[in-house]
């Protein structure tokens, strides 16, 4: 393939897309507030979407196995709970229920599998269970983020960012561990082919188990930086997350099935929800339109990815 | 100009050693004031953010301050109004007005905006971060003086029907401890039955229908606002004689409670917060821009409407309104001294 074909080829514009979308808000809000083009302006914007990020790798995992994790939001709501309460006062009982978490999420993976149950109602079911702990835990709004934490999102790298640092180092080690890794092969082929994994001697039941403990991870490092860009939690703070790290994947140009996903993209997708949003408010578009505008964004994104598509059927 | 000038100077001068009022230590009419709002999706939010509106534009006009911008969240979540926040400090307002989506969940961007030289006063759902004003209602005594009410009425005491607001939400919980704090102080009422109305009429007269049958007779209902007409509907529907409703200021209910008052001299009372506190929010905020020494955490007074006043608290309520006081900066002013 030479450098022109590649640059026409749709593999090349399924990669590029999430970068091109993302360029081109981050130059709309440039164009709209140019203080925002500083170390402090790209910090505000992009602190917050670095708990977006993290919990859309955790959604990727699941969706890089065919399922869908409808209850992520109210996880990384439980997780900051903890970590103000618990993870704060008591970092021994903290980390044992942050561990339990890690052992039920694969749990649940298992029971998924062995039961054949739709993923969409399991982990609907467990959003609720999640709320009522983060609700048993955390009855009023308080608590507070344990030092070491605040110290580390708080902490300030000298010329880049540490948000955009942050996200580099993110989207790189999800990369490298899932494209460049035989481990990462054989998870992404229980999203692609069950069956052929099956067949070659491996067993899908553990291979689920691990995605599941793996999103119940990033779902806790998501919850921990929230807690720590918050300083204190609320039993409700996360719950926009679970349909934003869908969407992340998606518009970072992952497929709901096949374990087609990209890390890399998936990061860029976090980045681009939170920043479409900023661009909006920067825009003074009225609050009522807000959303709309948001979804026309998306839309307008994935028709784009259709587009693209067409071109890999026409090849 | 310079002419002008001066003579503006000794205006100043001749206002401040006459009059012996307050001196503006710092001009506020380059400065910017942004509002941070979490929700728009009742009638107390609207009425709350047509005051600022309408204030705001007012004081841009006359050159108080260079803008007094609203932007609301457009879903009620705190991760989006801290995004909100952050926002506002790239845009570089000099001040930011939050009612607040949590108490402590936007606590990290309100750091910020302070560590960035913003002066930020949160009201109505304030903000636990210390370096905030903090501009509160006393929930609690709102459900107690409801109690206080009824037990001036009812010597005898009896049994109360409660609505609550919405499930675990800090003023649900505050004004349902307040009504409990009412009752252990008057141990002649017990609550018989407690039902969630979430602040909407249709959502209470469903609930109090529900519980209705099981109930035995009920003296009075103790209500958080935006449920007593529901209520009403709910009692006149099971045929029940009408008990004493606390109504909650809405528009709807004070039209009720007029209504029976003409026709069979029904008694009771009512009370809120006036949604024009984001208006006293905003002069606050203007007075610390413009120098003056504010303590971090004030109280504002809630808005009562007695027997005697109906007739007027009603006819200052707008239609599916509710009922309103603004403040203006005078009004603010005074409030400031008085709290000193």
């Known amino acids: ?315 | 100009m310079r002419i002008r000038q001066s003579l503006l100077f000794a205006t100043t001068a001749l206002a401040m050693t006459v009059a012996a009022v307050q001196p503006s230590v710092a001009d506020t009419s380059d400065k910017r004031i942004a509002l941070s709002n979490n929700y728009a999706g009742n009638s107390w939010r609207q009425a709350m953010l047509k005051s600022w509106g309408k204030n705001a534009d007012q004081a841009v006009s006359t050159g108080v301050v260079a803008a007094g911008d609203a932007f609301t969240t457009a879903e009620n979540q705190a991760t989006e109004q801290a995004a909100q926040i952050q926002n506002l400090i790239l845009q570089g307002y000099d001040a930011i007005v939050v009612n607040a989506a949590s108490p402590t969940a936007l606590n990290g961007a309100v750091k910020e905006a302070c560590d960035a030289g913003i002066v930020v006063v949160s009201f109505d759902g304030v903000v636990t971060e210390p370096c905030a004003w903090r501009i509160a209602v006393d929930f609690k005594k709102m459900g107690e003086i409801q109690v206080d009410y009824l037990s001036g009425r009812l010597a005898d005491g009896g049994e109360l029907l409660e609505i609550r607001g919405l499930a675990g939400v800090f003023v649900d919980d505050e004004i349902h401890s307040g009504i409990e704090a009412g009752v252990a102080n008057h141990d002649k009422f017990n609550i018989a039955g407690s039902v969630h109305g979430e602040w909407t009429q249709t959502v209470a007269q469903k609930a109090v229908a529900g519980i209705l049958p099981s109930m035995p007779e009920i003296v009075a209902v103790v209500t958080q606002g935006g449920d007593g007409y529901g209520a009403a509907q709910a009692f006149a529907a099971a045929g029940r004689p009408t008990p004493i409703i606390i109504m909650g200021n809405r528009h709807d209910e004070l039209t009720w409670w007029q209504e029976q008052k003409d026709a069979n001299g029904y008694e009771t009372m009512s009370v809120s917060i006036a949604p024009g506190v984001s208006t006293l929010a905003f002069w606050v905020a203007q007075q610390i821009l413009d120098g003056q020494d504010v303590p971090k955490e004030l109280i504002v007074p809630f808005l009562q409407i007695d027997q005697a006043d109906l007739e007027e608290g009603l006819a200052n309520t707008e239609p599916g309104g509710v009922s309103n006081v603004e403040y203006s900066q005078d009004d603010a002013k005074a409030y400031l001294e008085s709290v000193k």
């Open chain 1, 1 to 315: 393939m030479n450098g022109l074909q590649f640059f026409t080829s749709a593999r090349f514009w399924r990669g590029a897309l999430p970068a091109l979308s993302l360029t081109f808000v981050l130059l709309g809000v440039f164009w709209l507030q140019p203080r925002a083009m500083s170390y402090f302006g790209l910090n505000l914007l992009f602190n917050l979407a670095v708990p977006i990020a993290l919990a859309t790798i955790a959604q990727m995992f699941v969706i890089a196995v065919n399922d869908l994790d409808l209850s992520i939001g109210s996880f990384v709501s439980l997780v900051a709970c903890i970590g103000a309460t618990w993870l704060h006062d008591t970092p021994l009982l903290g980390i044992a229920a942050l561990l339990g978490c890690v052992a039920a999420y694969a749990a649940m993976g298992a029971l998924i599998y062995i039961r054949q149950l739709p993923s969409i109602v399991v982990t609907l079911g467990m959003s609720f269970v999640w709320s009522g702990c983060a609700v048993l835990l955390l009855p009023t709004p308080g608590g507070s983020a344990p030092d070491w934490i605040r110290a580390l999102v708080t902490f300030k790298p000298p010329y880049i960012p540490m948000p955009i640092l942050a996200a580099v180092v993110l989207a790189l080690v999800v990369h490298f561990a899932l494209m460049r890794t035989s481990w990462g092969v054989l998870m992404r082929g229980v999203g692609g082919n069950e069956r052929a994994i099956t067949r070659a001697g491996w067993s899908v039941l553990k291979l689920k188990m691990t995605m599941y403990a793996m999103t119940a991870v990033f779902g806790i490092l998501a919850g921990l930086t929230l807690v720590g860009l918050a300083t204190s939690a609320d039993a409700n703070i996360a719950l926009r997350y679970t349909l934003l790290s869908i969407a992340g994947v998606i518009l970072g140009g992952g497929e709901f099935v096949g374990g087609r996903i990209s890390p890399v993209g998936a990061v860029l997708g976090a980045m681009t929800l939170t920043l479409t949003a900023s661009f909006l408010s920067f825009l003074r578009i009225s609050p009522d339109w807000q959303i709309g505008a948001q979804g026309a964004v998306l839309i307008i994104v994935l028709a784009l990815r259709a587009i693209v598509n067409r071109m890999e059927a026409r090849r």
